[in-house]
């Protein structure tokens, strides 16, 4: 293919595109269902969400992501516990 070509249809993306729209759209219902509940089933809906994107994405964007991830959780976790002992009487 010559630059300046248009690229040959691939109906594989908009399949993939479409799987988005639809996981998106679920994750956004479940989490305005349980948006009032409590915070443990608000991070129940975001796992879920996380593990489906997780099956299809590629090894090495999956490794980054739960990399970041995992600190980020680590981090929320301290600043939890700080202001669990901040909280004491």
């Known amino acids: 293919m010559s630059r300046g070509q248009a690229r040959a249809p691939r109906p594989w993306v908009e399949r993939v595109r479409a799987r988005h729209a ?3 759209a679920r994750f956004d219902r479940e989490l305005a269902r349980v948006r009032r509940g409590r915070p443990a089933d608000q991070v129940g809906v975001a796992v879920d969400y996380l593990r489906g994107a997780l099956v299809h994405a590629p090894e090495p964007a999956v490794g980054r992501e739960v990399d970041l991830l995992l600190r980020t959780v680590k981090e929320a976790v301290a ?3 700080e202001a669990e002992l901040r909280a004491q009487p």
Do not use: S
Request: charged share 50%; hydrophobic share 15%; net charge positive.
């Open 79 to 81: 600043r939890l516990h």
């Open 22 to 24: 639809r996981r998106q």
